[in-house]
């Protein structure tokens, strides 16, 4: 049995040391070849080349677009939950309440929007050549980075006028967390868009479900509603959506104000976690076989 | 000892027809409801019912397809459309996964499928060279070390700063074959890309890929082009239905493939000819190229099937590209099994003097006439050769097939005649003297 088993082993030894690629039926949950990824970070870089290359030749105002999008939400949002619904934003200009929210739900929201769509956008090329399919989200999350740098300089502006018409918000220390929040958004919507890529590639109806869900997920974020006004009891579960930390983290590192707690950080990065790699996997399931169903 | 680089072993493919899945949720959801109680799926095709089993939705692009090609082999793989080629490289490519079965592969690859891909037109030559190149497998700095070549190769310096939206289409098959023709890998797959552009480019593209051919990398080609695949391919797998039906010298497979793959009707135009020309051909300097063979009968008419005791016209148009001093129309009949059963040539007619034979540039017609109560009632079949001496054969093997049917002789009623040949023979018959009587005791 002993022998038998060390044969075999000596046998996969040599069959991976003769072949440097061994195709087959079989559709290993676990097979995510990561390593052909990192082969493959030129490819990243020229996508997001691309893709920004593109943005400016195609559109008139270019740039222009990052910073109207948020500054008209957020005006919206302080007439109607600041002015006529007067929900409270923790004693924080509404202004500014709305726009750190809309300017960090923006990344989270974009990047969503777009890797769920992976391999719908992608079939044409997909169908043609092979390289790990991961890279086209990865850079989908990257080039947004740029956007989101805009807009962060957008906030950053309005920020600094406030505080210099007198205002009493404040940074914290916790403004060094900042990359780590970028961060943490960026895994978060790369799991959770590639996890629903996934499904799109089997039920279209997602995509249109998808616009619906980003829109109620931003509600459930503390974008509008800050979590200091939800009931205690509830506040657990409402921080199981790891964006709801996200935010409250970022309003709080800016103006000092929100529900900051090492539990509701640790919990928001477990869901985080689970949600990337439950979209990795799922995905890499998905790439391999997807050409036959699209 | 030359290394195995590739191992296929049992490969299939299963595809379904039509849809997969209802391809929406609810409906998916809905089956799922009906089965958990029991009920009927109201979402099934009624053919699920009827059908004997499930399968009738399924098929198998490809079927227990096993292979190994050697280091430095360039491996031809023919087959009509829906034969399961392209199939076969998208799994060897890692596009799509086989059902059952296993491939091995020993060595860096590069796939091209089509060429292009990724191509954005709003980005210029330049930064199009390197996302097609990446995509295709290449680093940075690889494309940035044979950027200059590439650009070279596609004939496009001045242009390589304009977005590629400007460039006409034969420009942009251009950059993106050039960009093809630098990828480097150990193993090459190639997918029918050099049938775009312009003959001149094809010429230049097929010119590159046997100099890739030389340096010893493995190559596998699919093509529909027996003319690429001849020269290129030493060996060649014929694909059936999905399965493999050969395995052999590429000659072989080729001659076997276009046998299946007769000209129908009783004429064979320029494009079915160039597709099934053999032999000693210069690709890059043609000097005699048909232009059409063709079945006629007395009249004029073309056909593929005569009676045995009508005339069958064989009527050849050629073309001399340039001055020719010595120039041969053969003629062959063959069976079906190619055995040869008839030859001649133009130049066994005594009346075709040397002015026949030494051609200027221009379109010849060249006829020979198979008389009438030659032939036994049953198939044949056309080879055609032009050969200008000690420079071009160009050969079409079966490239026609003609029926004659048996009409008869004065007493051979009901008699098929099937055997080649069915002349009518002069006898003679006379009595030997003395010897009646003996005859006649019998």
């Given at each position: 049995?002993?022998?038998s088993?060390?044969?075999?082993?000596?046998?996969?030894?040599?069959?991976?040391?003769q072949?440097?690629?061994?195709?087959?039926?079989?559709k290993?949950?676990?097979?995510?070849?990561l390593?052909?990824?990192w082969?493959?970070?030129?490819l990243?870089?020229?996508?997001?080349?691309?893709d920004?290359?593109?943005?400016?030749?195609q559109?008139?105002?270019?740039?222009?677009?990052y910073?109207?999008?948020?500054l008209?939400?957020?005006?919206?949002?302080?007439?109607?939950?600041g002015?006529?619904?007067?929900?409270?934003?923790?004693?924080?200009?509404?202004f500014?309440?709305?726009?750190?929210?809309n300017?960090?739900?923006?990344y989270?929201?974009n990047?969503?929007n777009?890797?769920?769509?992976?391999?719908?956008?992608n079939?044409?090329?997909f169908?043609k050549?092979?390289f790990?399919r991961?890279?086209?989200?990865?850079?989908?999350?990257?080039?947004?980075?740029?956007?989101?740098?805009?807009?962060?300089?957008?906030?950053?502006?309005?920020?600094?006028?406030?505080i210099?018409?007198g205002?009493?918000?404040?940074?914290?220390?916790l403004?060094?967390?900042?990359?780590v929040?970028?961060?943490?958004?960026?895994?978060?919507?790369?799991?959770?868009?590639i996890?629903?890529?996934?499904f799109?590639?089997?039920?279209?109806?997602?995509?249109?479900?998808m616009?619906?869900?980003?829109q109620?997920?931003?509600?459930?974020?503390?974008?509008v509603?800050?979590?200091?006004?939800?009931?205690?009891?509830?506040r657990?579960?409402y921080?199981?959506?790891?964006?709801?930390?996200?935010?409250e983290?970022?309003?709080?590192?800016?103006?000092?104000?929100g529900?900051v707690?090492a539990v509701?950080?640790g919990?928001?990065?477990a869901?985080t976690?689970?949600?990337?790699?439950g979209?990795?996997i799922?995905?890499?399931r998905?790439?391999?076989?997807f050409m036959?169903?699209? | 000892m030359p290394?195995?680089?590739?191992?296929?072993d049992?490969?299939s493919?299963?595809?379904?027809?039509?849809v997969?899945?209802h391809?929406?949720?609810?409906k998916?959801?809905?089956s799922?409801?009906?089965?958990?109680?029991g009920?009927?799926?109201?979402?099934?095709?009624?053919?699920?019912?009827?059908?004997?089993?499930?399968d009738?939705?399924?098929?198998?692009?490809l079927?227990?397809?096993s292979?190994?090609?050697q280091?430095?082999?360039?491996l031809?793989?023919?087959?009509?459309?829906?034969?399961g080629k392209?199939?076969?490289?998208k799994?060897?490519?890692?596009?799509?996964t086989?059902?059952?079965?296993?491939?091995k592969?020993?060595?860096r690859i590069?796939?091209?499928?089509?060429?292009?891909?990724?191509?954005?037109?709003?980005?210029?030559?330049?930064?199009?060279?390197?996302l097609?190149?990446?995509?295709?497998g290449?680093?940075?700095?690889e494309?940035r070390?044979?950027?200059?070549e590439?650009?070279?190769?596609?004939?496009?310096?001045?242009?390589?700063?304009t977005p590629?939206?400007?460039?006409?289409?034969?420009m942009y098959?251009?950059?993106a074959?050039?960009?093809?023709a630098?990828l480097?890998p150990?193993?090459?797959?190639v997918?029918?890309?050099?049938?775009v552009?312009?003959?001149e480019?094809?010429?230049?593209?097929l010119?590159k890929m046997e100099?890739v051919?030389?340096?010893?990398?493995?190559i596998?080609?699919?093509?529909?082009?027996?003319?690429a695949?001849?020269?290129?391919?030493?060996?060649t797998?014929l694909?059936d239905k999905?399965?493999?039906?050969?395995d052999s010298?590429?000659?072989?497979?080729v001659a076997?493939y276009?046998?299946?793959?007769?000209?129908?009707?009783a004429v064979a135009?320029?494009?079915d000819?160039e597709?099934?020309?053999?032999?000693k051909?210069?690709?890059?300097?043609?000097?005699?190229r048909?232009?059409r063979?063709?079945?006629?009968d007395?009249?004029?008419v073309?056909k593929?099937?005569?009676?045995?005791?009508?005339?069958?016209i064989v009527?050849?148009?050629?073309?001399?590209?340039?001055?020719?001093?010595?120039l041969?129309?053969?003629v062959?009949?063959v069976?079906?099994n190619?055995f040869?059963?008839?030859?001649t040539?133009?130049?066994?007619?005594s009346?075709?003097?040397?002015n026949?034979?030494?051609?200027?540039?221009g379109?010849?017609?060249?006829?020979?006439?198979l008389?009438?109560?030659?032939?036994?009632?049953r198939?044949?079949?056309?080879t055609v050769?032009?050969v200008?001496?000690k420079?071009?054969?160009?050969?079409?093997?079966?490239?026609?097939e003609?029926?004659?049917?048996?009409?008869?002789?004065?007493?051979s009623?009901?008699?098929?005649?099937?055997?080649?040949f069915?002349?009518?023979?002069?006898?003679?018959?006379?009595?030997?003297?003395g010897?009646?009587?003996?005859?006649?005791?019998?």
């Open positions: 049995m002993a022998r088993l060390m044969l075999d082993a000596i046998d996969r030894s040599e069959e991976g040391g072949w440097d690629l061994i195709i087959r039926a079989g290993g949950w676990f097979d995510l070849h390593r052909d990824l082969r493959y970070r030129d990243i870089s020229l996508f997001v080349k691309r920004f290359a593109t943005f400016y030749k559109t008139a105002f270019g740039p222009l677009w910073i109207i999008h948020p008209f939400t957020t005006v919206v949002f302080t007439v109607i939950f002015k006529v619904a007067r929900i409270s934003t923790d004693g924080v200009p509404p500014l309440f709305y726009l750190a929210g300017v960090s739900w923006s989270f929201a990047c969503l777009e890797t769920s769509n992976t391999f719908v956008k079939a044409a090329i169908g050549a092979y790990p991961l890279t086209v989200p990865i850079s989908v999350i990257i080039i947004n980075l740029a956007k989101f740098g805009i807009q962060l300089i957008l906030f950053l502006g309005f920020y600094v006028y406030f210099a018409a205002s009493s918000v404040r940074p914290t220390f403004i060094l967390l900042l990359p929040l970028i961060l943490q958004m960026a895994v978060l919507s790369l799991g959770t868009g996890l629903i890529s996934s799109t590639t089997k039920y279209r109806d997602m995509i249109y479900v616009t619906f869900i980003v109620l997920w931003m509600y459930a974020s503390s974008v509603i800050p979590a200091s006004l939800i009931p205690e009891r509830y657990p579960i921080m199981l959506n790891p964006m709801a930390s996200v935010i983290l970022f309003r709080c590192a800016f103006l000092g104000q529900v707690n509701y950080v919990i928001s990065w869901v976690l689970v949600a990337l790699f979209g990795i799922l995905f890499s998905v790439e391999k076989s036959d169903t699209v | 290394r195995t680089v590739i191992k296929v049992g490969l493919k299963q595809y379904r027809y039509g997969i899945g391809g929406t949720l609810y998916d959801i809905e799922w409801w009906a089965r958990l109680r009920k009927e799926d109201p979402n099934v095709r009624i053919t699920e019912h009827v059908g004997p089993g499930l009738g939705e399924w098929f198998w692009a079927r227990d397809v292979f190994e090609v280091q430095g082999e360039v031809g793989i023919i087959g009509r459309n829906g034969a392209s199939t076969l490289l799994i060897l490519s890692r596009v799509t086989p059902t059952k079965g296993v491939a592969i020993k060595g590069a796939s091209l499928l089509e060429i292009g891909t990724g191509f954005h037109p709003e980005l210029t030559g330049q930064e199009n060279i390197y097609n190149g990446a995509i295709l290449m680093t940075k700095a494309i070390s044979k950027f200059d590439i650009v070279d190769f596609s004939g496009l310096e001045k242009f390589i700063d590629i939206k400007r460039y006409s289409s034969g098959v251009r950059l074959f050039a960009v093809a630098y480097e150990e193993i090459l797959f997918d029918e890309v050099l049938a552009g312009d003959v480019f094809q010429k230049k593209c010119g100099d051919a030389k340096e010893g990398r493995t596998l080609f699919v093509s529909h082009n027996m003319a695949i001849r020269s290129l391919c030493r060996r797998i694909l999905g399965e493999l039906l050969m010298a590429t000659n072989e497979a076997y276009l046998g299946q793959n007769l000209v129908e009707g135009s320029k494009a000819i597709q099934r020309m053999e032999g051909i210069n690709r890059r300097n043609p000097s005699v048909f232009r063979i063709a079945l006629l007395q009249n004029g073309p593929n099937s005569f009676d045995s005791d009508k005339d069958i009527s050849i148009t050629f073309e001399c590209l340039r001055a020719v001093r010595n041969h129309v053969m062959s009949v069976d079906e190619n040869p059963i008839l030859f040539q133009n130049v066994d007619d009346t075709i003097t040397t026949f034979y030494q051609l200027d540039r379109v010849y017609d060249a006829s020979c006439i008389p009438g109560n030659t032939f036994g009632g198939r044949f079949f056309l050769c032009l200008n001496l420079t071009e054969h160009v050969t079409v093997k079966k490239i026609l003609f029926e004659v049917k048996f009409q008869g002789y004065n007493n009623y009901g008699e098929s005649g099937d055997v080649f069915r002349p009518r023979l002069k006898w003679m018959m006379r009595p030997v003297d010897e009646r009587l003996s005859i006649h005791q019998r």
